[in-house]
């Protein structure tokens, strides 16, 4: 066993909860901190005496803090969603590709997210705030089952006040109170006005909704090397020795899951993969 399959011991310190199902969680090293963390990398969280599962990084702190979403759907997420501040849980990692925001420097920025989506997409969005001015247009755009499924509710509100993102948060089902868009991503995304030379997209969700955003992007020209999607897979051991997590010619967890459209595209476009 190799000291990339020993988990390392991070501390609850922060549960915040975002949905009825979903909570994000500020943990620090115990006696050691990992290698940093890149915006679209991943951990192998392990919940001790119940499983290992991956969830991408939602937050990066300069001190070694580590944020992840978790929505509770299995034994191991439910677990972690519902660890309380002081409990300790196994990390490893950083495992996978990275979004790589640097190289959208000097761009157009699009970003659709479908709903735990977000969260991988969240550091993306906090580095361009950070330098904001690296950055031409930034545009957000997010879906949800109804109002109360978005991930950082508040987030958004306020990266739309300060000017500094185009933000759309549309949803499947409206409620009380709900005056945004109803709908698809698709639809906010396909009315923008891109300009394809400069424009590069990050898509992160459910797959038909990146390959149907994908396709709106490559129609209005966006070339498919300046789309990247995150895939999901059942990764196991985050190193690319069991093989749980193949896709066609890819092992997701070394290959991925942050992968341009020139490679994922002829993946995306057989539903049964």
């Known amino acids: 066993m190799t000291e990339p399959m020993l988990p390392v011991g991070y501390r609850v310190i922060g549960r915040t909860i975002e949905t009825h199902d979903a909570v994000t969680l500020g943990l620090e090293p115990v006696d050691r901190s990992l290698d940093r963390f890149r915006p679209g990398?991943?951990?192998?969280?392990?919940?001790?005496?119940?499983?290992?599962?991956?969830?991408?990084?939602?937050?990066?702190?300069d001190d070694g803090t580590l944020l992840?979403?978790?929505?509770?759907?299995g034994a191991v997420s439910r677990a972690l969603h519902e660890a309380q501040p002081g409990a300790v849980i196994g990390v490893r990692g950083p495992f996978g590709t990275t979004w790589a925001p640097e190289d959208a420097?000097?761009?157009?920025?699009?970003?659709?997210?479908?709903?735990?989506?977000?969260?991988?997409?969240?550091?993306?969005?906090l580095a361009a705030l950070a330098e904001r001015s690296a950055y031409h247009r930034v545009v957000l755009?997010?879906?949800?089952?109804?109002?109360?499924?978005?991930?950082?509710r508040a987030e958004p509100d306020v990266w739309a006040a300060s000017g500094d993102l185009d933000v759309v948060l549309t949803v499947d089902r409206p409620a009380a109170g709900w005056d945004g868009p109803v709908g698809f991503v698709t639809e906010p995304l396909a009315r923008l006005?891109?300009?394809?030379?400069r424009t590069v997209a990050f898509l992160c969700g459910p797959e038909p909704m990146m390959r149907f955003s994908a396709r709106v992007l490559l129609r209005d020209q966006v070339p498919a090397e300046r789309i990247r999607v995150s895939l999901e897979r059942s990764m196991?051991?985050?190193?690319?020795?069991?093989?749980?997590?193949?896709?066609?010619?890819?092992?997701?967890?070394?290959?991925g899951p942050v992968v341009s459209h020139t490679v994922a595209g002829p993946l995306l476009a057989?539903?049964?993969l």
């Open 41 to 61: 990398q991943f951990a192998m969280l392990y919940a001790y005496g119940v499983g290992e599962i991956p969830i991408s990084i939602s937050g990066i702190g």
């Open 68 to 73: 992840h979403t978790v929505r509770s759907v």
């Open 105 to 125: 420097v000097g761009n157009d920025l699009v970003v659709v997210a479908g709903g735990v989506g977000l969260a991988p997409l969240r550091p993306v969005l």
């Open 141 to 152: 755009i997010a879906g949800a089952r109804t109002p109360d499924d978005f991930l950082f």
């Open 193 to 197: 006005q891109l300009d394809p030379e």
């Open 236 to 255: 196991k051991c985050g190193i690319a020795l069991c093989g749980h997590c193949q896709l066609g010619p890819l092992l997701v967890c070394r290959d």
């Open 270 to 272: 057989v539903p049964e």
